[in-house]
């Protein structure tokens, strides 16, 4: 396969040989790639290993937990998205994931498709998760932990998801205790949503966990779409390693969602999907393609560069048919809301600063810029000219 890719890295950086992408110093500041070895795309599972654990690890577990802590979650705008764990987020398929990320641009933070920017924006996640854009924004260092670990039995030797599990479910029959609520809390987040590159839970959700715990207003949605942008920069950049991408991690489920979305019709993917939630997310994780072939990567490529013009496709979560939380449906489109629908989305539209990490060395700053993205609201967007 040929390919014709940009921008290369900083000029300065130590030379290796990528046999994936080699670099060609007759096209910099771009890298030109006379053929991309897909060979280096065959080991997945090294490749996306940190994505969410199948649903039948932790469902008994969410159910238990659900039966007494939903009206919690409620109350914290976040009972919707947890519900997200009982649906098969652990399926992806890695062609599809490798060719988009082939297109992401990490100064724009958009996919350079060949109608211009696309990419995931609050109003998806809002769809696909049930998270609105309003809350608080999370800092590490601004959420002080009112409950002391020491406060809770929580088992930190047992950190594998599994272990975790096995060591935090209480018996039958007995009630919810904080300790198992926030230790539920802490696997939901580092497992199904952030998807830690070591499977394991970390202590560092536990300022996180334990603020959900209180009823804290967070407004997840934008800390995962850092997470996302933070996740897309680092496999972008992996691209450019000797032997292609390893061990990727983040919320890259929330790709493979997004991606089927705007594919769906494109692709022709199909889905034996009856109504049971109310989440464009449930939906999409049905349409997640089971055959996985390295040939397909070329498929999904053509299906990239055919977007010409901007097509309808590209805007999926705007369809007066959406399947989303009872607050967005009918509620979707820019043009034709309800005046309690106007803050959240001034929350869609308006440009923020949004931030990923659970610690402070790991805090990262992206700019949230909605406008360009308009198209995708479907509103109108002017064309960038060069300067």
């Not at 090294?46 to 109350?75: C, Q």
């Not at 039958?172 to 539920?184: Q, W």
């Not at 497992?191 to 334990?210: G, R």
Request: net charge neutral; proline share 7%; with cysteine.
């Amino acid at each position: 396969m040929h390919a014709f890719l940009g921008p290369f890295v900083g000029q300065n950086k130590k030379k290796f040989a990528n046999t994936l992408l080699p670099e060609d110093s007759s096209t910099l500041p771009f890298i030109h790639s006379p053929k991309i070895d897909l060979s280096l795309f065959k080991d997945t599972t090294k490749i996306f290993r940190a994505f969410p654990p199948v649903k039948n690890r932790h469902l008994e577990w969410l159910l238990r937990v659900e039966k007494e802590m939903s009206s919690s979650w409620v109350e914290t705008s976040i009972f919707e998205f947890i519900q997200l764990a009982k649906f098969d987020l652990h399926l992806f398929d890695p062609q599809m994931l490798l060719s988009a990320i082939f297109f992401w641009n990490r100064e724009t933070r958009a996919f350079e498709f060949p109608c211009g920017f696309v990419g995931p924006t609050l109003l998806n996640i809002a769809a696909i998760t049930g998270l609105t854009p309003l809350g608080d924004r999370f800092h590490p260092d601004v959420f002080e932990d009112e409950i002391s670990m020491n406060e809770l039995s929580i088992t930190w030797d047992k950190k594998t998801y599994l272990a975790f599990i096995n060591a935090h479910v209480e018996q039958p029959g007995t009630l919810v205790s904080p300790s198992e609520h926030i230790a539920f809390l802490m696997y939901w987040l580092s497992a199904c949503i952030f998807c830690t590159p070591s499977l394991q839970v970390p202590k560092y959700y536990f300022t996180l966990a334990q603020a959900l715990h209180l009823k804290k207003k967070i407004c997840l949605s934008k800390l995962l779409l850092a997470s996302l942008y933070a996740c897309l920069d680092e496999a972008s950049e992996s691209l450019f390693q000797e032997n292609g991408p390893r061990n990727l991690s983040g919320p890259l489920w929330l790709l493979q969602l997004w991606l089927n979305a705007i594919f769906e019709n494109k692709l022709s993917l199909t889905s034996a999907y009856s109504p049971s939630c109310d989440l464009e997310g449930a939906r999409l994780t049905t349409l997640t393609p089971r055959k996985r072939s390295v040939d397909n990567f070329a498929t999904y490529i053509a299906a990239i560069l055919s977007f010409t013009n901007f097509h309808e496709d590209l805007a999926p979560f705007i369809r007066p048919t959406l399947t989303g939380p009872s607050w967005l449906r009918q509620n979707n489109q820019a043009w034709n809301i309800t005046s309690a629908s106007v803050e959240i989305w001034a929350g869609f539209l308006s440009w923020d600063v949004i931030m990923s990490g659970m610690r402070q060395k790991d805090v990262r700053i992206y700019p949230y810029h909605p406008q360009l993205f308009a198209r995708q609201f479907g509103l109108c967007q002017m064309k960038p000219l060069p300067l």
